[in-house]
C-alpha cells in the first residue's frame, strides 16, 4: 500500500514565523502535490513538483514555497505565515502526471495561525 | 480558467435513498477523476473517467461522463450510513498539467 505521511496533523504558529510542512511517500512516486482544502472551496493547487529539485506553481503559490530535494519529500514552506492561510494542508504523490494515474493524498495538517 | 462547478454543496437523505452529485466543467476534459473524504479523513480516489460517455460501475456507485466531456455524475443507489463524506470531481483539460477540483458535495444521511 502507499503510504504518504505528513510531519504533523494539528500546528499551531504566530504571525510572521517561518512554517515548514513535510510530506514523505513510500512508493518512489515521480509526482508530489500540495493542497489546501478550506470549507466551501475545496481542494486548490499550490504547487507540485515532477521530480527532484524541479517544481510548478499551482493555482495559489502566493504567500508559499517548496522543496523537493529528494524523490521521496516534498516541503512546504511559509516564509512569513499569516492568518489567511490558516487552513488544512494535503500533501498527494503520484506515480504517473496528474490525470493519468491515482493520487494518494497524506493525512493532512490543520494549520492554525495566531 | 478552467472552472468545474459541482453540485449540490450539501445533501441530507434517508438512508436507502438514492444521491447524486453533479460536476460541470467550462471546458473540455481530457478526464476525471472522483474521490471520496469521510468526515475527518484524506481524500481517497475512487475512479477515473477518460472516454466521451463512459459509465462505470463500483456495486452501488455508478459514473457517468458526458458524451461532450464537459459533465460527470456520481449516482449512489440505496445509500447507507458508511456513504456519509464529501464527493469531489476534479478534472484535467487537455492544454493543462494542472487539474481543477469541484467544491465537493457532502453527503449527509439519516438513519
Known amino acids: 500500500d502507499v503510504k504518504v505521511t505528513q510531519s504533523s496533523r494539528y500546528l499551531v504558529k504566530r504571525t510572521g514565523e517561518k512554517v515548514f510542512l513535510e510530506c514523505v511517500q513510500d512508493m518512489d512516486h515521480e509526482n508530489m502535490f500540495w493542497y489546501r482544502q478550506d470549507p466551501g472551496l475545496g481542494l486548490r493547487l499550490i504547487y507540485f513538483s515532477y521530480d527532484v529539485k524541479m517544481k510548478e506553481k499551482g493555482d495559489i503559490p502566493e504567500g508559499y514555497s517548496v522543496s523537493r530535494e529528494k524523490k521521496e519529500r516534498f516541503s512546504l514552506i511559509l516564509e512569513s505565515a499569516s492568518t489567511n492561510q490558516t487552513s488544512m494542508y494535503l500533501c498527494?504523490?503520484?506515480?504517473?502526471?496528474?490525470?493519468?494515474?491515482?493520487?494518494?493524498f497524506g493525512p493532512g495538517t490543520r494549520l492554525t495561525v495566531l | 480558467g478552467q472552472q468545474v462547478m459541482q453540485i449540490p454543496q450539501y445533501q441530507h437523505v434517508q438512508e436507502g435513498e438514492d444521491f447524486t452529485t453533479y460536476c460541470n466543467s467550462s471546458?473540455?476534459?481530457?478526464?476525471i477523476q472522483w474521490y471520496k473524504q469521510r468526515p475527518g479523513g484524506h481524500p481517497v480516489f475512487l475512479i477515473q473517467?477518460?472516454?466521451?460517455?463512459e459509465v462505470k460501475k463500483q456495486k452501488r456507485l455508478t459514473f457517468q461522463f458526458g458524451e461532450a466531456k464537459k459533465n460527470s455524475s456520481l449516482h449512489i443507489t440505496a445509500t447507507q450510513t458508511t456513504d456519509v463524506g464529501t464527493y469531489f470531481c476534479a478534472g484535467k483539460s487537455g492544454g493543462s498539467y494542472i487539474p481543477t477540483f469541484g467544491r465537493g458535495t457532502s453527503l449527509i444521511v439519516h438513519p
Open positions: 473517467l477518460v472516454k466521451s460517455g
Open positions: 498527494a504523490s503520484s506515480l504517473l502526471g496528474w490525470g493519468t494515474d491515482t493520487q494518494y
Open positions: 471546458t473540455t476534459l481530457s478526464n
